[in-house]
């Protein structure tokens, strides 16, 4: 079965993605919510020996000095878990030249959020960074609830295509609800120790990183960044006009020469440095999903690679990449 998310917006496109998740993801990521980011919970568990990476604040400082080795107490997962998807919905994300766009990665990332932790009582709510403003989904239950903000998701208008009317298109629309804004309001809405996951491209301006560290202060949390292969590197073809969705500018560059490729290419890999800086500093799990890649494979060795960084056999600086 394919692992790309279709293009339509049915509700049999949605199904499919279900059966897809959790034919492919389910059996592998066994644990509950614990699959996407292990050790999540409220109630003290099992002590074991501090790993490179682990939370502090965690400690076992009584084992700890029994042992004379640090220690640290595991949690046992909680029996309903609150699950926050925070979505950017931005015009950004209405771009892809691969298999899909971006904006069907974060609908991907937020099924597969969804799918593996509403189960049990658990609960899944949302905040939408949508053209106009934030929306929010109140947190629910059950499978119904996963599949209808997934219609909400898949149904967001998608900026129009750029033209002479693009300013006055994007001033009647009103500004885009910014990740700093959506991240300002989650800590009111998620009152309860739970799962906070952000899927974004990362892009907007300076401020969020922060608020994020904030949020990972009580929550669990997991970045998933979508990407498209084109924000890294430009292919030779002659004369190209870029557009940006967010303002409606536009402007020609000339591809075939090398000096204007590399200089882009270096100014993309310092961008995306800096947003995985952002997120080290934060201390959050970051996840890639890439528009030429298989999304479903990624969660499997991002899961794979953050089990191993839990029994010490990879770096902590292997999962922020």
Known sequence: MSARPGLARGQAALRHLELTIT??????????????????????????????????????????????????RETIADRELETWVVVDQSASLDFGTAACEKRDL????????????????????????RP??????????????????????????????????????????G??????????AVGPLARRRGLVVVISDFLDPAGW?????????????????????????????????LVDPETGRRIEVQTARNQVRRRYAEAAAGQRAEIARALRSAAVPHLT???????????????????????????PQAVHR
């Open 23 to 72: 034919r492919r993801l389910d059996g592998l990521l066994q644990g509950d919510h614990q699959g996407l980011v292990p050790g999540s919970g409220s109630d003290p568990g099992e002590g074991r020996v501090y790993q490179p990476g682990d939370d502090v604040r965690r400690m076992d400082w009584n084992l700890t000095a029994r042992t004379t080795v640090a220690h640290v």
């Open 175 to 184: 500004p885009t609800a910014d990740l700093s804004t959506a991240l300002r």
């Open 132 to 173: 106009g403003g934030l929306v929010t989904v109140p947190p629910r239950s059950g499978r119904d609830s996963v599949m209808a903000l997934l219609q909400r998701v898949a149904t967001t208008p998608r900026a129009h295509t750029p033209g002479p009317s693009t300013a006055k298109r994007l001033a009647e629309r």
């Open 209 to 241: 990183e922060r608020l994020l560290r904030s949020v990972r202060g009580r929550h669990e949390v997991l970045a998933v960044e979508v990407l498209d292969p084109r924000e890294l590197e430009l292919p030779p073809v002659g004369l190209l006009t």
């Open 289 to 315: 999903l890439r528009t030429d890649r298989d999304w479903l494979l990624d969660i499997v060795r991002f899961v794979a690679l953050r089990r191993r960084l839990r029994t010490g056999l990879v770096a």
């Open 106 to 129: 974060a609908l991907a990332a937020t099924a597969a959020v969804g799918f593996l932790t509403a189960r049990a009582g658990n609960r899944l709510g949302a905040l939408l960074l």
